[in-house]
């Protein structure tokens, strides 16, 4: 059980500066996720908790102790790194106890034979536990590496994409179970993605990561619906939010001058007359045969319960979620609007929400 | 263009058989010379043309493991309480000496052969874990001065050992190190560590650190994730570092005909040193030789499985 706090932590290497001013407050018993696009320094910073690394400058705290000079084995922690770690000479059932043999630990033989049986059930890897670990398929290492975390009890669980080699299927089936293990265990986990599906499902708060700087932290409902930039509201949602630069007009909304307007609803205070950044989630524009703006079907992806409908403004294309029963064709000729309340607004030069409200 | 058709395949593939024959008649000839002279009578070993087939004699061998002593006037030998080896020395050979009154001992290459072991086993194991634990510090911490520190390792192995012989043989004489295992074992040690420390350092470079962190995280100190995951790990390339080290150890000549003369003296200066004067008898010093490529052999061979993945420089499978 741990509360982590990384208070105005960087990290340099070299010249190039992985993680920037980071400050995060892991609540004890948390799920965090912790959210970015490829070299954000996601694993930079599960890393620096490990003990793996120092951080150039800051503080990294459990339950309110500096740990910056404990070593990793001090730390207690269990950390399921992106790569395989798997010890390659040693079969599945031997990796698994290897934690539990450690002179910190050193768990009796009745203890650890029980601990194994436990992991490898929830992770049903029990066909593979005596099996060498180079064989095995990159689903299965994944899960022997979540093994190993999970046959122990540390302060708190380190996860760098641990679900990134499973397949769809097997994915979701993880999910719920790395949940489930997280209540039933009240343990702090911090776990890694960019797969933003999966930090919205599981995270308690997700933290945004990009370039080394935390963008946002907050609750999943509150990273999208009121991301604090656009970057945030680019990164969150599937499929991803229109952005669409223009200019307020008297209350609307002009991305091209005549052909492209559209109605606003409440105004964010600034912003008339200056260039803005409209942002409209895909589920939030609407095709119908009154709407304000002509366009064209560019395309259409079915997903079963709903299509994704890309749509031609001129050199714009825009996407729409609608039911899957509302027929259309590609290069039909549409009209379409959306829900004035819905839209965000971002500043045109820094991309910050001008119209969040917090 | 490029399209191979089977029967050009074919052709290149009896080709290279070809070839691969050929590379092996020419890397075999001087073993199979070696070893044919070795057993044969002293009278066909120079023969022009060589004499290929010949009845193999043991005689060569008792040459080799014996020495002929003149005895002193009245010194007796008792044969009949003579020492195991005398005796198989005695049955073997001739009884010689044209007066009669000789005796036939060991010679002195048994004990040459013991000391080329001792001296070569000690050297490259020191050499290979003292390279083996460099290599690990270079590999995985930060060390000021890095490049240099490798460069200058490795430009230990550039001045050829001759230049700097004789300063070393004053130096040992100075500190009673000539004519001493230790001493042997010592310049050899230098002489390979350098070696081992470069080619261990690009195969503990390919073991991902991965493990040995994951070892720490689990509650391991940074030594025992060395022993228990690093080293076997690296095992390929301890192997193909111990090989490359015996054999220097094994084969080097300069220094221990300087550096040694009796007690310690290896094999590489004892074999020519038999030669002697008058006609050299080229059975015993083929023999003398046959046996002396033995132990490499056998060395190479034990560590073959680990050698055939090694020898491609750290390719480790991920
Ligand atoms: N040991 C290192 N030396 C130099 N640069 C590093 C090192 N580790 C990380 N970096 C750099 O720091 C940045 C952040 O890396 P990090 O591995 O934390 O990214 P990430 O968010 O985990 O990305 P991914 O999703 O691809 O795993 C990257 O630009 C990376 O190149
Ligand atoms: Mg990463």
Same mark, same amino acid.
């Given at each position: 059980m741990a509360r982590i706090e990384l208070e105005n932590v960087s990290k340099v290497f070299g010249n190039h500066t992985a993680l920037k001013d980071l400050d995060l407050d892991i609540a004890d018993g948390e799920f965090f996720v912790l959210l970015g696009p490829t070299g954000a320094g996601k694993t930079t910073t599960l890393r620096l908790i490990a003990g793996l690394e120092t951080p150039t400058v800051g503080h990294i705290r459990t339950n309110g102790t500096e740990v910056n000079d404990w070593s990793p084995s001090q730390r207690d922690v269990a950390l399921v790194l992106q790569q395989y770690s798997l010890y390659p000479r040693l079969t599945v059932r031997d990796n698994l106890s290897f934690p539990l043999r450690s002179k910190v630990r050193n768990a009796s033989p009745a203890e650890i034979a029980e601990r194994v049986a436990y992991a490898a059930k929830t992770l049903r890897i029990e066909h593979l536990l005596d099996r060498k670990t180079d064989r095995l398929s990159g689903g299965e290492m994944?899960?022997?590496?979540?093994?190993?975390a999970i046959v122990r009890e540390p302060h708190v669980f380190l996860m760098d994409e641990p679900l990134s080699n499973l397949d769809a299927k097997l994915r979701e089936a993880m999910r719920t179970e790395l949940k489930d293990l997280q209540m039933r265990l009240g343990?702090?986990?911090?776990?890694?993605?960019?797969?933003?599906?999966?930090?919205?499902?599981?995270?308690?708060?997700?933290?945004?990561?990009?370039?080394?700087?935390?963008?946002?932290?907050?609750?999943?409902?509150?990273?999208?619906?009121?991301?604090?930039?656009?970057?945030?509201?680019?990164?969150?949602?599937?499929?991803?939010?229109?952005?669409?630069?223009?200019?307020?007009?008297q209350g609307r909304a002009i991305i091209t001058p005549g052909s492209f307007e559209l109605p606003l609803g409440a105004l964010p205070q600034a912003a008339t007359g200056e260039?803005?950044?409209?942002?409209?989630?895909?589920?939030?524009?609407?095709?119908?045969?009154?709407?304000?703006?002509?366009?064209?079907?560019h395309d259409v992806e079915n997903y079963g319960t709903e299509q994704v409908v890309t749509l031609r403004v001129g050199a714009t294309h825009l996407r729409a979620s609608v039911p899957a029963q509302i027929a259309i064709r590609v290069e039909e000729q549409v009209r379409f609007g959306w829900l004035p309340d819905k839209v965000m607004f971002f500043d045109g030069q820094t991309g910050v929400n001008i119209g969040r409200t917090v | 263009m490029g399209t191979v058709t089977s029967a050009q395949q074919k052709l290149g593939n009896r080709l290279a058989n070809v070839m691969i024959v050929v590379a092996l008649i020419v890397f075999l000839a001087p073993i199979y010379w070696i070893g044919s002279t070795a057993f044969k009578p002293r009278n066909l070993a120079t023969t022009v043309p060589p004499t290929i087939l010949f009845t193999p004699e043991v005689s060569p061998f008792v040459k080799l493991f014996t020495k002929r002593v003149q005895l002193k006037p009245n010194e007796k030998v008792d044969y009949d309480n003579a020492p195991w080896w005398e005796k198989i020395v005695i049955d073997g050979g001739e009884r010689i000496s044209r007066s009669g009154k000789g005796e036939v001992q060991l010679s002195g290459y048994p004990s040459r052969f013991l000391n080329s072991l001792i001296v070569a086993i000690t050297s490259t194991f020191l050499a290979v874990a003292m390279g083996t634990i460099t290599a690990y510090g270079f590999s995985r911490f930060k060390v000021a001065g890095e490049e240099d520190w490798l460069f200058f390792i490795l430009s230990t192995r550039m001045l050829p050992p001759v230049v700097v012989a004789i300063p070393m043989f004053?130096?040992?004489?100075?500190?009673?190190?000539?004519?001493?295992?230790?001493?042997?074992?010592?310049?050899?040690?230098?002489? %390979?560590?350098?070696?081992?420390?470069?080619?261990?350092?690009?195969?503990?470079?390919?073991?991902?650190?991965?493990?040995?962190?994951?070892?720490?995280?689990?509650?391991?100190t940074r030594m025992e994730a060395f022993w228990k995951i690093v080293l076997p790990e690296a095992a390929t390339g301890i192997a193909a570092t111990a090989v490359f080290?015996?054999?220097?150890?094994? %084969?080097e000549y300069a220094f221990a005909l300087i550096m040694t003369n009796r007690k310690a003296q290896t094999a590489p200066p004892f074999?020519?040193?038999?030669?002697?004067?008058?006609?050299?008898?080229?059975?015993?010093?083929?023999?003398?030789?046959?046996?002396?490529?033995?132990?490499?052999?056998?060395?190479?061979?034990?560590?073959? %499985?680990?050698?055939?993945?090694?020898?491609s420089f750290g390719a480790i499978r991920k």
């Open positions: 994944q899960r022997v590496s979540i093994g190993r343990t702090t986990f911090l776990f890694v993605t960019h797969d933003q599906v999966e930090a919205m499902t599981m995270g308690d708060r997700i933290g945004v990561l990009n370039h080394g700087r935390l963008e946002q932290v907050g609750t999943p409902h509150d990273i999208y619906r009121n991301p604090r930039n656009a970057f945030v509201a680019g990164f969150v949602g599937s499929p991803a939010i229109n952005l669409l630069s223009g200019r307020i007009n260039a803005v950044t409209f942002g409209i989630r895909p589920e939030d524009l609407h095709i119908v045969s009154g709407g304000p703006v002509a366009a064209q079907v | 004053l130096m040992y004489r100075a500190v009673g190190l000539n004519d001493t295992h230790i001493g042997l074992i010592i310049l050899y040690t230098a002489f %390979n560590v350098s070696f081992a420390v470069w080619l261990m350092k690009g195969f503990i470079d390919e073991i991902p650190r991965e493990y040995e962190e994951a070892a720490l995280v689990d509650g391991y080290c015996f054999i220097t150890a094994w %084969n074999i020519p040193s038999q030669v002697g004067s008058g006609l050299p008898d080229w059975t015993v010093i083929a023999s003398g030789t046959a046996l002396f490529l033995l132990p490499v052999a056998i060395f190479t061979f034990l560590l073959r %499985n680990h050698l055939l993945r090694g020898m």
